[in-house]
């Protein structure tokens, strides 16, 4: 029953989006995907990792430091769109280690003092580039 129900809201919200132009923004060069898709004033952003050399070494505060690094870097994004943190409607975070909730949200929080998006959290055994945390997100331009 809940997949029939989520079948026909999917429907219902891609009804309207089928005739707009999709537009790519930031393709990954020389890999299969793109930082974000448009269409209409639909954004569906591609999963950023804040992994470098230096989140890496670390052993303490490693997953904020990855969540903030994100979260900074799709600032970056949406102010290059035109939108900011208040135009997201949903986002999905995923953490290898689900101890982990804490730092992530703590910092995660920083990003939407007002009226935080739909979210969900998923842990899961192993990210790219031996990331701590990934999200994606999904914004509607007003």
Same mark, same amino acid.
């Given at each position: 029953?809940?997949?029939?129900?989520?079948?026909?809201?999917?429907? %219902?919200?891609?009804? +309207?989006?089928?005739? $707009?132009?999709?537009?790519?923004? @930031?393709?990954?060069?020389?890999?299969?995907?793109?930082?974000?898709?448009?269409? #209409? /004033?639909?954004?569906?952003?591609?999963?950023?990792? *804040?992994?470098?050399?230096?989140?890496?070494?670390?052993?303490?505060?490693?997953?904020?430091?990855?969540?903030? /690094?994100?979260?900074?870097?799709? *600032?970056? %994004?949406? $102010? =290059?769109? *035109?939108?900011?943190?208040?135009?997201?409607? $949903? #986002?999905?975070?995923?953490?290898?280690?689900?101890?982990?909730? =804490?730092?992530? /949200?703590?910092?995660? #929080? =920083?990003?939407? +003092?007002?009226?935080? +998006?739909? @979210?969900?959290?998923?842990? !899961?055994?192993?990210?790219? #580039?031996?990331?701590?945390?990934?999200?994606?997100?999904?914004? !509607? @331009?007003?």
């Amino acid at each position: 029953m809940r997949s029939v129900l989520l079948l026909a809201l999917l429907g %219902l919200l891609a009804a +309207p989006l089928a005739g $707009q132009e999709r537009v790519a923004h @930031r393709p990954a060069e020389g890999r299969p995907y793109s930082a974000a898709v448009q269409v #209409g /004033n639909m954004f569906w952003f591609a999963g950023k990792v *804040g992994a470098t050399d230096e989140t890496r070494s670390m052993t303490q505060g490693r997953t904020a430091a990855e969540t903030r /690094n994100v979260m900074e870097s799709f *600032g970056e %994004l949406l $102010q =290059e769109l *035109g939108m900011d943190f208040d135009d997201i409607v $949903q #986002g999905t975070v995923y953490l290898t280690d689900v101890e982990d909730y =804490e730092a992530m /949200n703590a910092v995660y #929080g =920083e990003f939407f +003092p007002a009226a935080a +998006p739909a @979210r969900e959290t998923v842990a !899961v055994s192993a990210l790219v #580039g031996g990331a701590m945390v990934e999200i994606s997100f999904i914004a !509607v @331009r007003n």
